[in-house]
């Protein structure tokens, strides 16, 4: 059993991604808003496992969490692909200090970029007179989730790294 | 001349993981088409023993004054009443679920809470939320055990409602922040600060009458519309039980 979870724990850990989305925390929250769970995970994931199957899990992800969501106009799925694409761009060199910081400011421009697409699509199909009433409200959701993801990041990122590698080393 | 042939063993359908990929794909597509109900009701039996308890339904009810509930048996017996006279759709009667909120997002870009009741207990996608103060919003989707709300702040949800004070009709739309606005489509309307909103009784998705929230401020006319800003009475991001309204058939 022992062994099961640990050559599964990055796919345990996926499985428990939309939980955390689900549970919404309010004590966690800055103006009510939340860090973007999925990054936490697809940082990792794709870090080790490169830029194809982090596109492949950001699709994944994307799909579980629209489904979870209730807006049928508008997706996580291109912000998810994209961040697990570059994500597994990213080079692994050690896991000393700087990277730790490295992990905040990477989450920090996946949660940016996320957020952007998220809203472009909103400003799109509400393109009317009063779509300027969304600029104020989507720039604060942008910018607080920006900085709680960057501000856990480091935090849970490198451990979840070094579970995945771990893993994935006694396995090989 | 030898004929070389290619043996073709590392095709990508002979590699056992992408099938696997495959799998996991499919059944992702299941839960997108199923709207997360797997999902959702996994997390209904993994939250469980979180949920909100009994205490504060219980607090919330013994602060209601006691006169101010016979005053209020006696106003709903007379509005059903004359709503038989006049013919008009019946307001909501007492035989309404009463559920717990078990996830609740009310910043960030979706505005939805889910309750512990759903069609297994005769929630009916449609229903109107209530919860302490009044409308919360509309049952948007139901699992099993589990049923999403869209709330009235969410960038998704247009509701009919009626402004007393001026007699009325407008039309309350979610923009992404704690004060949806009200339009109202008459640039000469005598709109004013502390306006009282409820739902239209002219409104088919709602029951009529369920009080929403006061206006909190003004803005400049805009192309034959009026907007309002509305402060809603109930507020989301406190309430722990809420009401789930029985569609009338």
């Known amino acids: ?172 | 001349m030898i004929d070389v042939r290619r043996i073709s063993n590392n095709r990508w359908w002979h590699n056992k993981k992408n099938w696997m990929l495959f799998g996991i794909f499919l059944f992702l597509i299941f839960i997108r088409i199923s709207k997360g109900s797997i999902y959702k009701d996994f997390y209904y039996f993994i939250s469980k023993p979180f949920w909100p308890g009994e205490f504060q339904k219980e607090v919330i009810l013994k602060s209601l004054n006691q006169e101010t509930l016979i005053n209020l048996r006696l106003l709903k017996k007379d509005n059903i009443r004359l709503r038989e006279i006049l013919s008009l759709q019946q307001s909501s009667t007492n035989d309404n679920i009463s559920a717990a909120v078990i996830s609740r997002k009310t910043g960030s870009w979706w505005r939805q809470i889910i309750l512990n009741k759903g069609s297994n207990d005769g929630v009916e996608i449609g229903a109107a939320v209530i919860g302490p103060g009044g409308l919360l919003g509309r049952v948007k989707n139901t699992s099993l055990f589990t049923s999403s709300v869209t709330l009235l702040t969410s960038p998704e949800s247009k509701v009919g409602v009626w402004v007393d004070s001026i007699q009325i009709n407008g039309l309350l739309v979610g923009k992404g922040d704690d004060y949806p606005n009200l339009i109202l489509y008459s640039k000469n309307a005598d709109l004013k600060v502390g306006d009282f909103v409820s739902s239209s009784p002219a409104s088919s998705l709602l029951p009529p009458n369920i009080p929403i929230g006061i206006v909190q401020s003004i803005d400049e006319p805009f192309k034959s519309k009026k907007m309002a800003k509305i402060s809603l009475l109930a507020k989301p991001q406190a309430i722990d039980w809420v009401q789930i309204l029985k569609i009338k058939m």
């Not at chain 1, 720039?139 to 849970?156: K, R």
């Open chain 1, 1 to 172: 059993m022992d062994k099961f979870f640990i050559k599964n724990l990055s796919i345990i850990f996926f499985i428990f991604v939309p939980i955390f989305f689900l549970w919404h925390p309010n004590w966690l929250g800055f103006l009510d808003v939340q860090p973007y769970w999925p990054l936490f995970w697809l940082l990792p994931w794709s870090m080790i496992n490169g830029s194809i199957k982090g596109l492949i899990f950001g699709l994944f992800l994307g799909l579980i969490l629209d489904s979870l969501t209730m807006d049928n106009n508008f997706s996580q799925i291109p912000g998810l692909i994209l961040c697990g694409f570059l994500f597994g761009r990213i080079k692994l060199h050690s896991d000393n200090l700087v990277g730790h910081f490295r992990f905040g400011l990477i989450s920090s421009f996946g949660s940016f970029l996320c957020g952007t697409i998220y809203f472009l699509q909103i400003l799109f199909k509400n393109f009317s007179d009063s779509a300027f009433l969304l600029f104020i409200p989507s720039l604060q959701n942008i910018l607080a989730e920006v900085f709680l993801t960057g501000f856990f990041a480091p935090l849970i990122c490198s451990h979840l790294l070094r579970m995945f590698k771990f893993s994935r080393r006694k396995f090989k």
